[in-house]
């Protein structure tokens, strides 16, 4: 696994569950993978030696992130099975190539009307085709709400793309949201399969809380689902990924796709036969899928470092319910937004799963 952090670390309890041993890469010791795994590699992760080792140990690599570079996979994949591959992960890492991607292969549900940007000479031009308010986002490295600016003005836009750094960007109409919904797909080299659609809500630009199923209708969750997995089909993907859409009163719109397990995807950990992670570890060593059956309704919620506050939470308030699973990542300091944990609440009732979770989370925040 190269990467450290708590996506690695939930990849990790999945395969040693199914008996396999997990050597993670990442240069940052302590890390949430690397306490768990039965090695860790601390280098970096283009680190030529450590690279070799890993090859040495392991029969198949596969990533946490997708700002892994690319020379990496490239080493890796001329010496062990790599998933996903270098091509479905060039279009991941970029915005504009996944635009330009589920243009071509999901015209039902396209993006958001955009414009690339290489040079703030192209601005003016992309703003009069775009309109008022858009978003300015870097095409590579954003993650999080990171990497981005709403725009309401010509000023706006040059001052974004200059404080980005004059690097390439994607700018793109900001719509009136009605719900944000993400999906999970794995897909092996036969089949694919997708969960339930989660719907989402964030806070800051980092989710905030997942409830799945979503509340949608039946035509749009499998307007949804088909689309993530005729993008995993046209890329001829192995292993998991995660689409997120945007629900409007003009249609469903593709905004983006990780190439890897995703954090609207936790609550497959507690309320599906086969977890997310479970499905990277078997599609990763060949193994036949698992069921992405929902056996009950769950809600998710983040629990990011600023509920620490310089004490740890009271755990104890989530302990007296037995329908909640508390999920820490091993990370031993606390910072505003660093994801800490999630909790989980399960309950055949959505609407009373959400209100518990809504009101646990509060009771914690106090
Ligand atoms: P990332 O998740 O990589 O930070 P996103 O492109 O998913 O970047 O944007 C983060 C959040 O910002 C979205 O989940 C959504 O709430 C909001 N957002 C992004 N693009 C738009 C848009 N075009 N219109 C309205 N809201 C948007
Ligand atoms: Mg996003």
């Known amino acids: ?105 999901t015209p039902a549900t396209p993006p958001v009307p955009y414009q690339p940007i290489e040079e703030a000479a192209q601005l003016p031009a992309a703003l009069e085709h775009i309109g008022f308010p858009c978003i300015l986002k870097t095409d590579r490295l954003g993650y999080d709400g990171k990497g981005q600016a709403v725009v309401e003005s010509p000023a706006d836009a040059e001052a974004a793309f200059a404080r980005f750094g004059n690097v390439s960007c994607v700018l793109e109409r900001q719509l009136d949201l009605q719900q944000e919904v993400s999906v999970i797909v794995a897909r092996d080299c036969e089949h694919s399969i997708a969960y339930p659609v989660a719907e989402n809500e964030h806070r800051n630009g980092i989710l905030h809380c997942s409830r799945a199923p979503a509340d949608i209708s039946g035509v749009v969750q499998e307007q949804v689902q088909d689309s993530a997995r005729k993008i995993a089909d046209a890329l001829d993907y192995h292993g998991v990924l995660a689409v997120e859409y945007f629900i409007t009163s003009d249609g469903v719109f593709f905004n983006e796709m990780a190439p890897r397990p995703h954090n609207s995807g936790h609550y497959t950990l507690d309320a599906c036969v086969a977890s997310q992670f479970e499905q990277q570890a078997r599609i990763l ?3 036949p899928l698992g069921a992405p059956t929902q056996h009950t309704p769950a809600v998710m919620i983040n629990l990011l470092g600023d509920l620490w506050n310089g004490r740890e939470p009271d755990w104890a308030l989530l302990q007296g319910d037995p329908a909640v699973r508390l999920h820490l990542y091993g990370k031993k300091e ?33």
Not at 41 to 58: K, P
Not at 60 to 67: I, P
Not at 334 to 356: E, I, Q
């Open 1 to 105: 696994m190269l990467g450290g952090g708590q996506l690695g670390r939930m990849f990790t309890e999945a395969a040693q569950r199914l008996g396999y041993r997990v050597v993670v890469l990442e240069p940052s010791e302590p890390c949430p993978a690397g306490l768990l795994a039965d090695e860790h590699l601390v280098a970096g992760y283009d680190h030529a030696e450590a690279l070799d080792r890993l090859s040495e140990m392991c029969e198949a690599a596969s990533y946490e992130f997708e700002a892994v570079p690319a020379q990496a996979v490239e080493y890796l994949r001329n010496r062990i099975t790599v998933r996903p591959d270098a091509q479905p992960l060039s279009v991941a890492q970029s915005r504009l190539a996944e635009k330009n991607f589920a243009t071509q292969h």
């Open 285 to 287: 060593c060949g193994l």
């Open 334 to 366: 606390a910072r505003p937004g660093r994801k800490m944990g999630h909790l989980c609440v399960l309950d055949p009732d959505p609407d009373a799963a959400y209100a518990r979770a809504c009101s646990l989370y509060q009771e914690l925040s106090a």
